[in-house]
């Protein structure tokens, strides 16, 4: 699977939008953007995914860029309870025995505050 | 309930102790996997079932690792003769769709934090 590069952390008003970059330059035709988040001593939570085209749907949405070397999630109204660890995760669609897992990296820790 | 259970939540075992660690994933789903997570980094994959066949356990870290999900839903992950590198959060996680599919939601349990002291 690509491999994604993350900042280390990041800040963001409550009320505002929460946006986290992702880079994923060597991902391939069949591979998925996949969105966790990980609020502390919990197991990480789906958010989002998708392969070439924007996605949105109740908690965020994922831009894609058109040469799907990067993404960005977009926590539209970020509140205090989204204070976590948000991992970027590329994955086959299929193919081989791999495409079963999900390799996290080290994600980016973003802190929301009043 | 409904998500991925996993007991216990919390293990204390002496070194050289066998653990084994239970995941009740949600019901109906074909895939399981189990994640290590030592404190500070990320999720690390250690195998994966669909239904009750094991088709990658490239991640186990040594044979002293042994994961089983006899009949297509409980699994458990066993460790013997723990050791104080095996410290860490043990996740587990389900799927419905299965490798193949596309894409692929994982509802992950809260884990179970072990201790090898």
């Known amino acids: 699977d690509a491999k994604t590069t993350q900042p280390p952390s990041m800040d963001c008003a409550e009320g505002r939008a929460a946006n986290l970059p992702c880079n994923h330059s060597?991902?391939?035709?069949?591979?998925?953007v996949y969105w966790y988040r990980q609020i502390h001593s919990q197991g990480p939570q789906y958010i989002i995914h998708?392969?070439?085209n924007n996605e949105t749907n109740e908690m965020a949405s994922l831009i894609i860029t058109e040469d799907r070397k990067s993404s960005t999630l977009i926590l539209p109204h970020a509140t205090l309870r989204d204070t976590a660890v948000y991992y970027c995760i590329v994955r086959a669609a299929s193919g081989g025995t791999s495409y079963g897992k999900l390799t996290f990296g080290q994600g980016t820790i973003l802190t929301v505050h009043p | 309930g409904a998500g991925v259970s996993q007991s216990p939540r919390y293990k204390v075992a002496k070194r050289g102790q066998d653990v084994a660690l239970r995941c009740d994933p949600i019901s109906g789903h074909v895939s399981l996997f189990w994640y290590q997570q030592a404190l500070g980094q990320g999720p690390e994959f250690l195998t994966y079932f669909q239904n009750e066949a094991q088709l990658d356990k490239s991640g186990l870290p040594s044979d002293r690792f042994f994961a089983e999900r006899p009949e297509g839903s409980v699994s458990t992950l066993k460790i013997q003769r723990t050791q104080q590198e095996d410290s860490a959060v043990y996740l587990c996680?389900?799927?419905?769709?299965?490798?193949?599919?596309?894409?692929?939601?994982?509802?992950f349990g809260q884990g179970t934090r072990l201790t090898v002291v």
């Open positions: 060597t991902i391939s035709g069949n591979e998925y």
């Open positions: 998708g392969l070439k």
């Open positions: 996680a389900s799927s419905l769709s299965w490798i193949g599919q596309g894409s692929l939601e994982a509802f």
